[in-house]
């Protein structure tokens, strides 16, 4: 070696030293570190590994060191290596459940949509209605995540068959992935068009379970409680959004605007609406038939799939559906089941819910800190209905303690944890958005927190003195 030169293992060093291997490096560091301290009271041994395997993935996903869906699998593994679960059925539980396939069903029915030429048709329409306006188009977009609830219900549904008409729009005025205004369509899909949904009560899968854990409420009153939040909480993402990605609506900064004429309808145009009609009125009359949304969506997927009657070949659907967003879906589903079964769930939330109890003559701080804790264990379990089911009744009884409304405290843990994303794999209608869009982690957790900061500004300063009026006061 010539004298000077740097040694020969320099290169390996400076691999040692990449952004990626840093943040790798961290995630290591935390999981060991909650792996190896001494269990704390109450939290068993195997809680205690499942809560490791579980922030360690949420930093991989976080901070994409790997693809999103290989993070997800490799922690079902250390689930298993580790003796977070029982055995590998347990850990696979997420493979199993019907929300995997409900997103299989839906993501094949925005493909055909797709496919058929009826989202060029609808983008169209669109682009005809925006009369070339950046503006318009996106005010289009928000209007219709509320609007059109009442005929799509479910956000996944929605962001499945949206996506493919507003990608058509973006292609049509030459916008490309990563130009700000193009950002800021998809944030808007990903991260607010599930708020439309929550504040019906057939909207999907948060309002019925957290229905459920609140109490019995008709269509009308749910209406009453959840519409001025989540619209509200609407509005000002909309807004936030728009003033992070506002050099992207500039007219200047997009192309040629001028749609092109709308074509004869094709048969395979009117096949695809034909399945959405008959898929959507099967989601309406569930009361009717009482079948699961996953039917209904795999009802769809058959019907696109078979020769003749359908619209796409099975090449066609295996190449394009996106499977990466049903190992993302179904390994947060294992690893948020494998928090609730071990206990360390219910002891991650009763440790931070019950610090604020020293706030029982502060209601108003006491809700601010309870609000914050739903964030946090929110932005760890990244399964909706895991959430709620863990969180409401520990801040119902944790509000009646303090001497506040059980009822209001479980509102605002829904309002809080359906209200914000925080990575691709913050939900069912999120992922596959977010995934074509190729917005990374990074981007999206950063928004996830400036809307976690508005939201609970606004549930201090608007709704829980709304919720008041109605008849659900904070300190009863």
Request: proline share 6%; hydrophobic share 55%.
């Amino acid at each position: 070696m010539k004298s000077g030169s740097a040694p020969e293992s320099t290169p390996v060093f400076r691999a040692l030293l990449t952004p990626t291997a840093a943040k790798l490096a961290v995630a290591l560091a935390v999981f060991l570190a909650i792996l190896l301290m001494p269990t704390p009271e109450g939290l068993t041994l195997q809680g205690q590994r499942a809560l490791a395997v579980m922030t360690f993935v949420v930093i991989l996903w976080a901070t994409e060191v790997v693809h999103s869906s290989v993070a997800g699998i490799i922690g079902v593994v250390l689930l298993v290596l580790f003796g977070a679960v029982s055995g590998i059925g347990e850990a696979v539980y997420g493979f199993s459940q019907p929300v995997c396939y409900f997103l299989i069903g839906i993501l094949t029915l925005g493909l055909a949509v797709h496919h058929s030429g009826l989202a060029e048709r609808m983008a169209v329409f669109l682009m005809r209605g925006a009369v070339g306006s950046p503006y318009l188009l996106y005010m289009q977009m928000l209007f219709s995540f509320a609007a059109l609830t009442f005929a799509l219900p479910s956000a996944s549904t929605r962001g499945a068959i949206m996506v493919h008409v507003y990608e058509q729009v973006l292609e049509q005025w030459n916008v490309p992935q990563g130009h700000p205004f193009y950002k800021a369509t998809m944030m808007a899909m990903g991260a607010l068009n599930r708020l439309g949904s929550t504040a019906l009560l057939a909207g999907g899968i948060t309002p019925v379970v957290a229905s459920g854990l609140l109490g019995d409420f008709s269509w009308t009153q749910w209406f009453v409680i959840m519409s001025v939040p989540f619209y509200a909480n609407l509005i000002v993402g909309g807004t936030m959004l728009f003033l992070f990605y506002r050099s992207g609506f500039r007219p200047e900064n997009i192309g040629n605007a001028t749609p092109p004429a709308p074509g004869p309808i094709k048969s395979a145009e009117l096949k695809a609406g034909g399945i959405v009609i008959l898929t959507a009125l099967m989601w309406f009359t569930d009361f009717a038939h009482g079948l699961h949304p996953s039917v209904p969506a795999l009802i769809a997927l058959c019907l696109i799939l078979l020769p003749r009657v359908g619209i796409l070949s099975w090449s066609e659907f295996e190449r394009n559906v996106g499977w990466t967003n049903f190992f993302v879906i179904a390994t947060s589903l294992s690893l948020a089941h494998a928090l609730v079964s071990s206990g360390a769930a219910a002891w991650f939330s009763e440790t931070l819910v019950g610090g604020v109890s020293h706030l029982a003559t502060q209601p108003w701080l006491a809700l601010l800190a309870l609000a914050v804790c739903f964030a946090v264990v929110r932005m760890l379990m990244p399964n909706i209905a895991g959430y709620l089911a863990l969180v409401i009744p520990v801040a119902m009884a944790t509000g009646e303690s303090l001497g506040l409304n059980p009822l209001v405290c479980g509102m605002a843990a829904v309002v809080v944890g359906d209200s914000a994303v925080y990575y691709g794999a913050g939900g069912t209608s999120a992922v596959f958005v977010f995934q074509r869009a190729n917005i990374g982690n990074a981007e999206i957790f950063r928004f996830g927190i400036a809307m976690t900061v508005a939201v609970i500004a606004i549930l201090l300063l608007m709704v829980v003195p709304y919720w008041g009026l109605v008849g659900y006061p904070l300190a009863p």
